[in-house]
T-cell receptor, first 112, second 109 residues
Framework: AQSVSQHNHHVILSEAASLELGCNYSYGGTVNLFWYVQYPGQHLQLLLKYFSGDPLVKGIKGFEAEFIKSKFSFNLRKPSVQWSDTAEYFCAVNADDYKLSFGAGTTVTVRA | DVKVTQSSRYLVKRTGEKVFLECVQDMDHENMFWYRQDPGLGLRLIYFSYDVKMKEKGDIPEGYSVSREKKERFSLILESASTNQTSMYLC????????FGEGSRLTVL
């Protein structure tokens, strides 16, 4: 079974700073990759996904992620964060079955 | 929009009680999932179902069972609740990506 590792448990940064959240997975075959976000008090929602094609994926709210197959990574980025980006972020991977495996999550706190 | 509805947002139960968590989806998706979410552990898959009356164990099925009698409804059952099952339970359906309900926060005393 695949496993997903998120590098940071909690990230604190100021508005307008750049954000990068690391995600690595352990599976050698074809994968589908996702980033989900959970804003305080809300349900999980999809930020972006990668199935195939261009390894640089753009999502909602100015987020993007880059799939680097050789590094088994799918890092999430945003050039300039806002206070409203305060949330918990989850990387998820699905290989050759129905199951989606999630990382432990990264809490992002943006200070105004 | 996909709608995934979990019947209870907050529950408080006592150790040994039987607990039912219900989930209903309105998008005719075949795949449905139950996850639990715990701080520092992310989401862990308990059970999933890819068709009516079909179920598969996830990564942490111990202490849980599920029922899928109709396509739109997927129930999670705790036969005898224990304190280590205090958690947030998330139901999801999938069609290429997962769509989540708002969660059921269960406290077992």
């Amino acid at each position: 079974a695949q496993s997903v590792s998120q590098h940071n448990h909690h990230v604190i940064l100021s508005e307008a700073a750049s954000l990068e959240l690391g995600c690595n997975y352990s599976y050698g075959g074809t994968v589908n990759l996702f980033w989900y976000v959970q804003y305080p008090g809300q349900h999980l929602q999809l930020l972006l996904k990668y199935f195939s094609g261009d390894p640089l994926v753009k999502g909602i709210k100015g987020f993007e992620a880059e799939f680097i197959k050789s590094k088994f990574s799918f890092n999430l980025r945003k050039p300039s964060v806002q206070w409203s980006d305060t949330a918990e972020y989850f990387c998820a991977v699905n290989a050759d079955d129905y199951k989606l495996s999630f990382g432990a999550g990264t809490t992002v706190t943006v200070r105004a | 929009d996909v709608k995934v509805t979990q019947s209870s947002r907050y529950l408080v139960k006592r150790t040994g009680e039987k607990v039912f968590l219900e989930c209903v989806q309105d998008m005719d998706h075949e795949n449905m999932f139950w996850y639990r979410q715990d701080p520092g552990l992310g989401l862990r898959l308990i059970y999933f179902s890819y068709d009516v009356k079909m179920k598969e164990k996830g990564d942490i099925p111990e202490g849980y069972s599920v029922s899928r009698e109709k396509k739109e409804r997927f129930s999670l059952i705790l036969e005898s609740a224990s304190t280590n099952q205090t958690s947030m339970y998330l139901c999801a359906t999938s069609a290429g990506e997962l769509f989540f309900g708002e969660g059921s926060r269960l406290t077992v005393l």
